[in-house]
């Protein structure tokens, strides 16, 4: 069973162009969770969704940022007109249900120049 | 919201000596509590779980115990390795926060 993709591993973005990560979550999984990891940080919790909803935007920033988990295909986390504050390490996770445990990707690590 | 609150690392241990990260949560209800481990330029790893009060989540010498009268979920192992270093995190679920993670690094 393979596990939550990530793809891109690494993007490279100029700032004021759009940046588009996508998460296919293990399968069976309708849960999908993103966080942001900066240098040397912690997780921040971004969003929470599932399919074709939004759950839990709270860590979103207000401009710039949208999420989306389409009944078919792969999470979308978009981040348009980037600026060199976006650069970062995005994982996404999944999970089953509402209770189980979650599952990472392995990370896209977006730079902006 | 519910949190987490974790151990300021870094944490430089040597190989066989004890190790304790602490962790400590604020919850309205009663979450279930995570550790999670981070391996150089991966994604973070489920190490152990626990689902209520008094459970101890155990694995790879790894344990925790959800302690509800002191709110905490420390990480205790008897004796590490060097192949233990890396970045451990407290989480909870439902709202699956993590905490700032802790750096360990285990030397020869």
């Not at chain 2, 919201?1 to 944490?11: A, F, H, I, L």
């Not at chain 2, 962790?23 to 481990?37: D, E, N």
């Given at each position: 069973?393979?596990?939550?993709?990530?793809?891109?591993?690494h993007?490279?973005?100029?700032?004021?162009?759009?940046?588009?990560l996508?998460?296919?979550?293990?399968?069976?999984?309708?849960?999908?969770?993103?966080?942001?990891?900066?240098?040397?940080?912690?997780?921040?919790?971004?969003?929470?969704?599932?399919?074709?909803?939004?759950?839990?935007?709270?860590?979103?920033?207000?401009?710039?940022?949208?999420?989306?988990?389409?009944?078919?295909?792969?999470?979308?986390l978009?981040?348009?007109?980037?600026?060199?504050?976006?650069?970062?390490?995005y994982?996404?996770?999944?999970?089953?249900?509402?209770?189980?445990?979650?599952?990472?990707?392995?990370?896209?690590?977006?730079?902006?120049? | 919201?519910?949190?987490?609150?974790?151990?300021?690392?870094?944490?430089t241990?040597?190989?066989?000596?004890?190790?304790?990260?602490?962790?400590?949560?604020?919850?309205?209800?009663?979450?279930?509590?995570?550790?999670?481990?981070?391996?150089?330029?991966?994604?973070?790893?489920?190490?152990?779980?626990?689902?209520?009060?008094?459970?101890?989540?155990?694995?790879?010498?790894?344990?925790?115990?959800?302690?509800?009268?002191?709110?905490?979920?420390?990480?205790?192992?008897?004796?590490?390795?060097?192949?233990?270093?890396?970045?451990?995190?407290?989480?909870?679920?439902?709202?699956?926060?993590?905490?700032?993670?802790?750096?360990?690094?285990?030397?020869?």
């Open positions: 069973n393979a596990g939550v993709m990530q793809n891109p591993r993007l490279v973005r100029r700032r004021g162009q759009e940046a588009r996508r998460c296919s979550p293990m399968k069976g999984h309708s849960h999908v969770y993103w966080y942001r990891q900066l240098p040397e940080e912690g997780l921040k919790f971004m969003v929470y969704l599932q399919k074709e909803n939004i759950i839990d935007e709270s860590g979103m920033p207000k401009e710039r940022f949208s999420a989306e988990f389409p009944k078919e295909g792969p999470s979308i978009r981040i348009q007109q980037v600026v060199r504050g976006d650069s970062a390490a994982f996404c996770a999944s999970s089953p249900d509402y209770e189980g445990s979650l599952h990472f990707g392995n990370g896209t690590r977006l730079t902006v120049t | 919201g519910d949190s987490v609150t974790q151990m300021e690392g870094p944490v241990l040597s190989e066989e000596a004890f190790l304790t990260i602490n962790c400590t949560y604020t919850a309205t209800g009663y979450p279930s509590l995570f550790w999670y481990v981070q391996y150089p330029g991966e994604g973070l790893q489920l190490l152990l779980k626990a689902t209520k009060a008094d459970d101890k989540g155990s694995n790879k010498g790894f344990e925790a115990t959800y302690r509800k009268e002191t709110t905490s979920f420390h990480l205790e192992k008897g004796s590490v390795q060097v192949s233990d270093s890396a970045v451990y995190f407290c989480a909870l679920k439902p709202d699956m926060r993590f905490g700032a993670g802790t750096r360990l690094t285990v030397k020869p």
